[in-house]
């Protein structure tokens, strides 16, 4: 199957939220550039529209919103988890952010909290502005300085289209809902755990990631 064509049917899939597991018996090889075996699935990393298990992350640079910093995907020297959202999504993003903030309670609370970077990119910079973030995060109960937290803003709608569509694969739709006076967007869920080298561990593509999961899985790539 054509990579292209792919993304287009995973874009239709992803948007109404899909398992994140492909299915079929994968072959549990090891790869030199990873600490999980290779998950069950029906294809290989290669034929897949996002950056998957042993493969590196895209050489995407990306200003953070409420910080003069930029984060260099690749150059992110500690364990991260990146995931897609845009702040005026009502149920879909909601989940995804708080996942990501009760993993980073877990590293607070056990002590890692230093050693690991939670990246969330909105593909929306347009409304995303930096107060907008900083009101979205004490809606969400996130403290958003510090402990490696860090509000990603590509500096466009065109730049957010190469950054997350183009580079990470996932899509996004802009959409008019009738019965509201402001555009959404349908989009797929991709939660991505990245080691320190910017190689791929996991991707979770599901609306409704698995907290204790992804606490297990980040543990066995930090302590590796």
Known sequence: M??????ATLGVVGAAGTAGCLGAIGTNDRHPDVVLPEPDREFDSSELPYPAWGQRVPAETVPAALSSQRVSFRTVDEPSLITFF??????VCPVLISTLRNVRAHA????????VSFLP???????????R???YAEEMNVAADGDGWRFLRPQSSERATEVVQAAFGVHFERTEPEEMDEYMFSH????LLVNGDGFVERAYRT???DEDQIVEDLTAVRTA
Not at 2 to 7: C, I
Not at 86 to 91: A, F, G, K, V
Not at 108 to 115: E, I, T, V
């Open 121 to 131: 990119v909105t593909f929306d910079p347009a409304r995303d502005t930096a107060k």
């Open 108 to 115: 607070r609370n056990n002590g890692y909290a230093g050693d």
């Open 133 to 135: 973030l900083r009101t």
């Open 2 to 7: 054509r990579r292209r064509t792919f993304l």
């Open 188 to 191: 797929a869920s991709m939660t």
């Open 86 to 91: 845009y702040s005026h999504c009502q149920t």
């Open 207 to 209: 609306k409704s990631p």
